[in-house]
C-alpha cells in the first residue's frame, strides 16, 4: 500500500495523504510522490480539480522527526539537496495548473502547514488545530515560510511562527490561511458543492484564469529556495535542533527550558 494514493473519479484528481500509523507525517518517500502527482494532475487535461486530503484521524503532523533527526549525519550540502525537494514538494502544488482543493482535519502540524498554503480552496473542519511547532523543536518554518506568507495575513503569521501557538480553525479562517470552516458535515456538503462548480467549468479557461492569478500574485517563489533551504538544513544539523528533536522523543523539557516551571 502506497505513501500516497491517488485517483482520477468524475474528472478529479484525488491525492490521498496514506500514513496514518505515522499520523502523514512526511518523509522523502511520500515527498516525492505528493510532488509527483502535483505534477501528474497538472498535466492531465481530462481533469477539472485536484482533492487533497489525509487518511486516519488527522490530516497530516508536518515532517516525520526520526528523517529530521537523522539529517544530522548529512553534510550541510546533502542536507540542502534534501530540504530542497521538500521545498519542490510546495512550489509543484503552487504550479498545479487546476484548482488545488484541500481538506484539513485533526492536526495540521508544522510543514503541513505548507501543503494547506498552496491549496486555492481550503476546508477544515472547526476542531482542527493547526501549529506553525518548530521553533519549540530549536527549528524553523524556513521552507513553508514563502509559501505561508504570501496567503496568510502577515501579522497572524509572524505571530503564530514566532510563539508556537496552536490555533483552530476560525482563527486559520480568519487569517486567510482556509476559505472555509464548519463542521464535518457543512465541510462535505461545501465540498461538494465546490467539486460540482469545478466541473461545469471551462477545463481551459479555468487553467488560463489560475495561471493569470498567479502570474499577477507571484512573489517569485524560487528566489527563496536557496534561503530557506539554507536555514532548515543549518537548523537540523545544529546543537539546538538536534537538542529539541531528542527531547521530543525522550518526553523531556529540551535544555533550554531546564529550571523553568
Wanted: net charge negative.
Amino acid at each position: 500500500m502506497s505513501v500516497v494514493e491517488t485517483k482520477i473519479e468524475n474528472k478529479i484528481y484525488y491525492i490521498k495523504l496514506n500514513r496514518a500509523d505515522k499520523k502523514n507525517a512526511f518523509d522523502p518517500e511520500m515527498i516525492d510522490l505528493i510532488t509527483q502527482a502535483f505534477k501528474e494532475a497538472s498535466a492531465n487535461t481530462q481533469i477539472s480539480a485536484v482533492y487533497l486530503y489525509g487518511e486516519g484521524d488527522c490530516f497530516c503532523a508536518g515532517a516525520d522527526l526520526n528523517w529530521m533527526k537523522s539529517m544530522v549525519n548529512y553534510s550541510l550540502d546533502e542536507n540542502i539537496k534534501d530540504s530542497e525537494k521538500l521545498f519542490n514538494m510546495f512550489s509543484s502544488g503552487l504550479k498545479c495548473q487546476v484548482p488545488v482543493i484541500g481538506y484539513f482535519h485533526g492536526y495540521v502540524m508544522g510543514g503541513a502547514t505548507g501543503l494547506v498554503a498552496i491549496c486555492d480552496i481550503g476546508i477544515s473542519s472547526d476542531e482542527t488545530k493547526f501549529c506553525f511547532s518548530e521553533v519549540k523543536l530549536g527549528l524553523a518554518p524556513a521552507v513553508i515560510s514563502p509559501f505561508i506568507l504570501s496567503k496568510m495575513n502577515y501579522n497572524k503569521a509572524n505571530e503564530y511562527m514566532l510563539t508556537a501557538k496552536m490555533f483552530g480553525s476560525e482563527e486559520a479562517l480568519a487569517s486567510g490561511l482556509i476559505e472555509y470552516s464548519g463542521s464535518k458535515q457543512d465541510c462535505d456538503e461545501y465540498l461538494e458543492k465546490v467539486l460540482n462548480r469545478t466541473r461545469k467549468n471551462g477545463p481551459q479557461a479555468v487553467r488560463e484564469t489560475k495561471k493569470l492569478i498567479r502570474s499577477i500574485s507571484d512573489e517569485n517563489f524560487e528566489k527563496y529556495k536557496a534561503m530557506t533551504t539554507k536555514v532548515i538544513s543549518e537548523r537540523r544539523v545544529s546543537d539546538e535542533g538536534q537538542e529539541g528533536l531528542a527531547s521530543f522523543f525522550e518526553k523531556r523539557k529540551p535544555n533550554w527550558l531546564e529550571g523553568s516551571n
